[in-house]
């Protein structure tokens, strides 16, 4: 679900620390750094990075075309292979055949048959494209709050790993306690309250 | 200082109590919610609410969907016990106009519907597209946002008990207690 589809859901997360001046640069810097590697020709089976939010299958940060005003706009990019377990069974089995035929044998050991699969999947891997999944970012630097996309648990996940990676910034997820952790309108005294809380009984 | 998935799950209570009394609130004092807005929103009803009975032994969970005149359905699950643990919310300014999903426990907001942005024709399009966007959802999640502070506010202090949790509990009895046309 991307920013400017009809329909969006956002993860919001508070941004905890800053990063030295000048601040577009940095974040140019570790974007570039931390760009998605093509996996299309190697043996990897998943690829996380940074892409640009108006081309993310050429991604490029060059003249700061990551901010949009006063944000800084991005995507997460997950590539991802998904080898099919039919097609391993298919090449296995014709792999097995070859093996038996020219050793002779009626049935290979399991140590064998595993070491067939790995290469399958291996070949396999190389030959399949992977799929691409991407995700919107938005920074407000000022407000230090980042809006992530997509409720989906691992691709959150991999946002909080790379954003740390990348930047050297811890994401905080915005949710009742730690809203109230960071509203300026709660007292040290209030949050103490706050943690004593039990749920309300709305039962007479 | 809690860990994060601890404090999660553990005060995930606070956002389903807020979306109880945001329910509550929109019935009984709807058109005034979003007046001290620095454009006035007003708040309505989605034509969805899911609402979840916290037993210790299971967890029961009622959706209901459809029109607005059916909100009478959740009233029973709320005389049993039940809370809100989402709800479908439609907002409407001077010149905007949102529809989304608020869960409780997360405070996240999903199927964010917005009035349309202008369209894009080529690419120096798209800069004013996307601030345009993050104008709209701005306003609407600081509106949620000055809600769940004034909730907040109101939760650590004793008016939660003696005033809110009393005017709730009329409030789900004179709608019980309302004949169904």
């Known amino acids: 679900m991307s920013l400017l589809s009809s329909a969006v859901s956002i993860t919001r997360y ?6 030295e001046d000048p601040v577009t640069e940095a974040v140019y810097t570790g974007l570039r750094k931390n760009m998605l590697p093509e996996i299309d020709d190697v043996e990897s089976a998943q690829s996380v990075g ?28 997950i590539d991802k292979k998904t080898i099919p ?10 792999e097995i055949a070859k093996k038996c035929q020219a050793t002779g044998r009626e049935f290979l050991s399991r140590n064998e048959k595993k070491m067939i699969k790995d290469n399958v999947t291996s070949l396999l891997g190389l030959r399949i494209p992977a799929t691409p999944n991407i995700y919107n970012v938005m920074w407000n630097y000022e407000t230090s709050l980042v809006w992530f996309f997509t409720h989906l648990k691992g691709a959150n996940e991999e946002l909080e790993t790379l954003f740390k990676t990348t930047f ?9 306690f730690t809203f109230a952790e960071s509203f300026p309108g709660m007292s040290g005294f209030d949050l103490d309250l706050l943690t004593t809380l039990s749920p309300t009984k709305m039962l007479r | 200082m809690l860990d994060i998935a601890t404090a999660y799950n553990r005060y995930g209570f606070i956002g389903h109590e807020f979306l109880t009394w945001l329910w509550y609130l929109i019935e009984t004092d709807g058109h005034r919610l979003g007046q001290s807005q620095p454009q ?31 909100f009478e359905a959740g009233i029973l699950p709320l005389r049993q016990g039940s809370l809100v643990t989402e709800l479908s919310l439609e907002a409407k300014s001077a010149e905007m106009t949102w529809e989304f999903n608020l869960k409780g426990e997360s405070l996240s907001v999903s199927s964010m519907k917005m009035s349309t942005t202008g369209p894009i024709e080529s690419l120096d399009d798209v800069e004013g597209a996307v601030l345009e966007k993050v104008y709209l959802l701005e306003t609407i999640l600081q509106f949620i946002d000055t809600l769940f502070e004034r909730f ?30």
Do not use: C
Request: a positive charge; glycine letters at 4%.
């Open chain 2, 152 to 181: 907040l506010k109101m939760r650590v202090t004793k008016d939660w008990d003696e005033k809110a949790v009393p005017e709730i509990q009329q409030w789900i009895i004179k709608n019980e207690a309302r004949p169904t046309l």
């Open chain 1, 168 to 176: 050297d910034l811890v994401l905080t997820r915005i949710f009742p």
């Open chain 1, 85 to 94: 377990s039919k097609l391993v069974q298919k090449y296995m089995a014709i």
């Open chain 2, 40 to 70: 006035p929103i007003l708040l309505a009803l989605g034509k969805r609410i899911v609402l979840e009975n916290p037993r210790e032994d299971h967890a029961e969970k009622i959706t209901i969907k459809g029109d607005y005149a059916n």
């Open chain 1, 50 to 77: 940074w892409t640009s939010f108006q081309d993310p299958f050429t991604p490029s940060f060059e003249g700061s075309s990551f901010v949009y005003g006063s944000y800084f706009v991005f995507s997460l990019r």
């Open chain 1, 14 to 19: 508070r941004v905890n620390g800053r990063i």
